[in-house]
């Protein structure tokens, strides 16, 4: 979390799933509409805001990816790379709303050029961080999907308990 | 939301809703799990902390269930009583985590009998806002449903975009 005083720059919500699919591309007159799919792991909502720089990345990533959120089968809480499970990043706008009157607002986001990048770099680390623990724990079956930025994003999820958990940094 | 320099009561954290269904109590060698589930409407996931009372819930139902954060058939931003749509209502402690390490902490929730008692009153006012809106509007088939306080909350969602907002009081 954020030191006391500082704004946050990126807030992030973390749920866990058994099943989990999202839709990446609507359909079309002429295509069926596109969803990609995880089976067991962790949703990761992501917004950024205004000052948010490609610094803050490395730092998200490895500590969203190596909290002890997931339930093993035994029980235990570990981590989603010690899942070892998969996981879902989902593009989310609305996490940096501010009520006004009976509104949203969101002008605290980031701006849409900026957003999209640090998205990519965001989803991009998440998939190095994953492959390298599923390497070395003997190439489990896991995957990052993700959602397209500034899409609808069409989800269904399937839970044990989402365990919703709200990170900001 | 709070004002500045006020910990926050309460955080709740909402997602609409095509279909939402919830276990409310486990299977067991006698009977079979049962769930509770709504239709079109809004997730409202709600967690208290410290400090929080009853006065803090009139303010708090009102504004969850007047802001316009649901999409109404003809696109336009509505509020769930007006749209009208039901409410699934589940507690959430697992929100007022804050890492500490690769662990989280929930120091800052509410003891649980206060959060079972606010939760009981917070599900009431919902109910209540909801008739009223509903009779006004006609009768319209909307329902309040919720979670059982304590219970692992076995979630199954499914949406046409969470639009997910987090909203502290």
Redesign the interface.
Known sequence: ?TDKGSAPVA?T?LQQCLQARLQVKPADDVTEAQFVQIDRGTLI?ICFFKGATDDILPKMVS?LL????SESDSGK?V?VLELPGSLLIVP?A??G???KG???QYHNNISKEDGLRLYGSFVALCEKELTAAASAGGGAQVAVKHGTYGN????????????????EF
Chains 1, 2 share one sequence.
Do not use: E, I
């Open positions: 979390m807030r919500l909502y500590t190596n909290l002890r959120l809480m981590s989310q609305t996490l709303g501010k009520c009976r509104a949203m609808r994003q069409v989800l269904k999820l399937d839970t044990n308990g989402p365990y919703t958990h709200l990170m």
